[in-house]
């Protein structure tokens, strides 16, 4: 490992292979971190995330794991520290929708267990991870401080009875970002939730239709679909410590969704 990696900082995004999380780890590396691009499947999207990184001269891995894993969380964390000697940042994205999309009275219990485990006890036991690492390093004086940032939706607030699982974990995740917030601020390592609306990514793909029809409608103010660099932006913007006396924060980027009219 050179001294001159060693000097970056260091960010573990999880789910960076491809969508939000492949634009978070782009913005990332544009802003001078070593990048871990976490991925589950898709080793080649992956890589291909890594090696646009490196042909723009920024640094980053790809490491596989499953966030729901207990043996994968602890190493996507080792991995950080590996690789790059450094954990300054945690970006909690992957996440996974409910399996089928069922109405919540045909609901399964497997599409829950699946989307707790990616969406919510994955990113919590990673946060606890990442966290006590964070501790150590600045502690040490190794870092200065740290980030952990929580990739929500606004289904944590807005229902949709086809996508039960999905829109508690979602909610659920923003208590979490509340609790980490409230332990950590006093360790130096400061949380906030990113809350995106309806983005353009795979996730989105199987209902193109429905939410292009939403959009001319206009049931957003900001009449286009969301963007991956769009949310990308407000992590790069809360990581280069613009808001530095902020934490538990939840940054909305959905177009104006959560405006209420009458
Ligand atoms: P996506 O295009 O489906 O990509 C999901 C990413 O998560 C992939 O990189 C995938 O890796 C990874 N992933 C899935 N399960 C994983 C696991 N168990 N462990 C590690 N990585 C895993 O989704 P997206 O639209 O970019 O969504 C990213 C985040 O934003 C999610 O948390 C989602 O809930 C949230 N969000 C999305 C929207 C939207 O409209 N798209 C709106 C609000 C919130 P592999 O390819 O290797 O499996």
């Given at each position: ?151 929500s939706s606004v289904s944590a607030f807005a229902v949709s ?34 809350c995106p609306g309806v983005i353009?990514?795979?996730?989105t ?6 939410y292009?029809?939403l959009i001319?409608e206009g049931r957003w103010p900001i009449r286009r679909w969301g963007?991956?660099?769009d949310v ?18 939840c940054f909305l980027v959905d177009g104006g969704f959560h405006i209420r009219t009458?």
């Amino acid at each position: 490992m050179s001294n001159s990696v060693n000097k970056l900082r260091s960010a573990l995004v999880t789910g960076g292979s491809r969508g939000i999380g492949a634009a978070i780890c782009r913005r990332l590396a544009q802003q001078g971190f070593a990048v871990v691009v976490n991925y589950a499947r898709s080793a080649d999207a992956a890589e291909s995330v890594v090696a646009d990184i490196r042909a723009a001269g920024g640094v980053a891995a790809a490491v596989q794991g499953d966030v729901g894993r207990r043996e994968d969380r602890q190493r996507l964390t080792a991995a950080a520290l590996e690789k790059f000697g450094r954990l300054d940042v945690l970006v909690n994205n992957a996440g996974i929708t409910s399996v089928g999309r069922r109405d919540i009275l045909e609901a399964t219990e497997e599409s829950w267990d699946a989307v707790f485990d990616t969406n919510l006890k994955g990113p919590f036991f990673l946060s606890q991870i990442a966290a006590k690492e964070m501790i150590r390093l600045i502690r040490a004086g190794l870092v200065p401080e740290g980030h952990i940032i929580n990739v929500s939706s606004v289904s944590a607030f807005a229902v949709s009875t086809n996508r039960g699982d999905y829109c508690i974990s979602k909610s659920a995740v923003r208590m979490m970002t509340q609790l980490f917030a409230q332990r950590l601020a006093e360790e130096k390592i400061f949380v906030h939730e990113v809350c995106p609306g309806v983005i353009e990514s795979d996730m989105t793909a199987p209902v193109k239709e429905k939410y292009d029809r939403l959009i001319a409608e206009g049931r957003w103010p900001i009449r286009r679909w969301g963007r991956p660099e769009d949310v990308a932006s407000a992590v790069g913007a809360i990581v280069s410590g613009a808001f530095s006396f902020s934490t538990g924060n939840c940054f909305l980027v959905d177009g104006g969704f959560h405006i209420r009219t009458l």
